[in-house]
């Protein structure tokens, strides 16, 4: 029997802002902070599908992250989908840096691997990430099943946020 596999590719947009965070430090080999021209910084605004793959059987719509106090970020958005998922399921993550929405450029140079996507969505249910997935209507599980999850206000505390 020959074992189907389906890779996906999302997009996590950074936004350039000029607002003075805390004290930089290094997360997964990324520094936050301000640049040494202490001109901008890099915050995460948005997670979305990447601009040239609309056509994959998950499609992340917007996810939008917005910021309720100095600690807390709300994160809400839409998942799509398109057809049950059986077999083991790739993701990759892309990360870009844009000035508007037409303007991007890569922040990583090379696409991030995460494996097996439900292998990693089970590793992620006790991270913040996790926190963020268990607020998906319906729940997020796997095998996944068409449909339309929303992930609606889910509260997080996340440091590299901030």
């Given at each position: 029997?020959l074992r189907l596999r ?133 729940p997020l599980r796997c ?20």
């Amino acid at each position: 029997m020959l074992r189907l596999r389906t890779s996906l590719l999302f997009a996590l947009v950074v936004a350039l802002s000029g607002i003075r965070p805390g004290e930089p430090y290094f997360y997964n080999g990324i520094k936050s902070g301000l640049e040494p021209d202490l001109k901008h910084s890099l915050f995460l605004d948005r997670v979305g599908q990447c601009r040239w793959q609309h056509d994959l059987p998950i499609f992340l719509s917007d996810m939008r992250i917005a910021q309720q106090n100095n600690t807390h970020y709300v994160i809400s958005g839409v998942l799509r989908v398109r057809r049950n998922i059986t077999d083991a399921t790739t993701g990759t993550v892309s990360i870009e840096i844009c000035q508007n929405a037409t303007q991007c450029r890569p922040f990583i140079d090379r696409p991030v691997a995460i494996g097996d996507v439900c292998q990693f969505l089970a590793e992620q249910r006790p991270s913040s990430l996790g926190e963020v997935l268990g607020h998906s209507v319906p729940p997020l599980r796997c095998p996944l099943t068409k449909g339309v999850y929303r992930i609606n206000d889910a509260l997080v505390d996340y440091k590299p946020f901030r």
